[in-house]
């Protein structure tokens, strides 16, 4: 069982529409990151949250953090080829780290 | 830069072999950790380490065992390989588990491949 449930496991979609992924656990974290992992490659950082209620954005991505720290959503607008790949969220608390199993997104030109 | 070197890309080992999986980070980060991932289940937290020569068993410590000997360096080891441990082992540092500084930094991963 993950400690971290991410939905949907998989999305496949068109260039140029929006999307949301979530990521949902019943404990709750310090801080919450979002990881963005290319075939062959380690996750790469996006973004931390550590605040309840936070909003982050980084260009056509929002982040946003539940009020009680235990979920996260991540919104793509306008989705663009280059944002294909795994979205993985990771949960900080007790001295370790855990994932979720990741959304696979694929956008088609 | 944060930079988290693996040793290798690519590994084929056979059933029974010792394996040793090595991770260097060079920002001095604190935490380090391993991880396997497979498909449709993830990372998985195999074992993870505080401090120098400090270890704590993840979710999924059975058949490996881990060193941290200097604040820099995390081996994953495999005591005795099975195939059941074909994945992608990813190591991964991060300056603090709590507050800012959570991000882990991951190398580029090992496929290990055991026939």
């Known amino acids: 069982t993950q400690l971290l449930e991410q939905s949907p496991q998989f999305l496949s979609i068109q260039e140029g529409e929006n999307l949301t992924v979530y990521c949902n656990s019943s404990?709750?974290?310090?801080?919450l990151q979002w990881y963005r992992q290319e075939p062959g490659e380690g996750p790469v950082l996006l973004v931390t949250v550590v605040t309840g209620g936070e909003v982050k954005k980084l260009k056509r991505l929002t982040f946003q953090f539940g009020d009680a720290r235990k979920d996260s959503s991540l919104h793509i607008t306008a989705a663009q080829p280059g944002d294909t790949g795994l979205y993985l969220c990771?949960?900080?608390?007790?001295?370790?780290?855990?994932f979720g199993a990741g959304t696979r997104l694929t956008v088609k030109p | 830069d944060v930079k988290v070197t693996q040793s290798s890309r690519y590994l084929v080992k056979r059933t029974g072999e010792k394996v040793f999986l090595e991770c260097v980070q060079d920002?001095?980060?604190?935490?380090m950790f391993w991880y396997r991932q497979d498909p449709g289940l993830g990372l998985r937290l195999i074992y993870f380490?505080?401090?120098?020569?400090?270890?704590e068993k993840g979710d999924i410590p059975e058949g490996y065992s881990v060193s941290r000997e200097k604040k820099e360096r995390f081996s994953l080891i495999l005591e005795s390989a099975s195939t059941n441990q074909t994945s992608m082992y990813l190591c991964?540092?991060?300056?603090?588990?709590?507050?800012?500084?959570?991000?882990?930094?991951f190398g580029q991963g090992t496929r290990l491949t055991v026939v």
């Open positions: 991964a540092s991060s300056f603090s588990v709590t507050g800012s500084g959570t991000e882990a930094f």
């Open positions: 404990s709750v974290f310090s801080s």
């Open positions: 990771a949960g900080a608390e007790n001295n370790d780290m855990r």
């Open positions: 380490s505080y401090d120098v020569k400090m270890k």
């Open positions: 920002m001095d980060h604190e935490n």
